[in-house]
């Protein structure tokens, strides 16, 4: 998601299957930069816009972090999962991408929503999960995510 959204937004998104319900548990995010810290985003500046991650559909929006900044704002949306290092280091896994250091969030989608099976996207359904780019990104080393969960047959 090293995209230059700026001035058109960008929209990642997972989108329901054609005829299953799709159950997102886990969000496991890489923001990558050289010598990254907290106050930053990868290892470029905290950003203006930042990006925002919600759940949408044909009602309107639950944001799950909204204006996201810096690895720090990340790290918080993930209530600090995974938690390791201390000091400077703190949250921050080395080598990551070659040397490249990085903060590694996953966000528990079913902590969040206090569902056992994380987010719904209903079979055939306009819902689903975004994540919007509103800066440019094409300086950080690496900004992805992987989501974990599953589909099964419908109710």
Do not use: C
Not at 27 to 38: E, K, P
Not at 48 to 62: M, R
Not at 92 to 98: L, P, T, W, Y
């Amino acid at each position: 998601m090293t995209v230059d959204g700026s001035v058109t937004n960008i929209d990642f998104t997972i989108d329901p299957h054609p005829t299953n319900d799709r159950f997102l548990k886990t969000l496991s995010f890489v923001i990558a930069g050289d010598g990254a810290s907290l106050d930053e985003f990868g290892d470029i500046a905290a950003l203006t816009n930042g990006v925002d991650l919600f759940y949408s559909d044909n009602t309107g929006q639950v944001f799950i972090g909204e204006a996201l900044k810096t690895n720090w704002d990340f790290i918080r949306v993930s209530a600090g999962n995974p938690a390791f290092g201390t000091g400077a280091d703190a949250f921050r896994a080395k080598n990551v991408e070659g040397k490249v250091d990085a903060y590694i969030p996953v966000i528990d989608l079913a902590k969040v929503f206090g569902r056992e099976y994380g987010v719904r996207l209903k079979a055939k359904s306009t819902q689903k999960l975004i994540v919007r780019v509103k800066d440019d990104l094409t300086g950080v080393d690496s900004f992805n995510a992987v989501a974990y969960g599953f589909d099964r047959l419908p109710d």
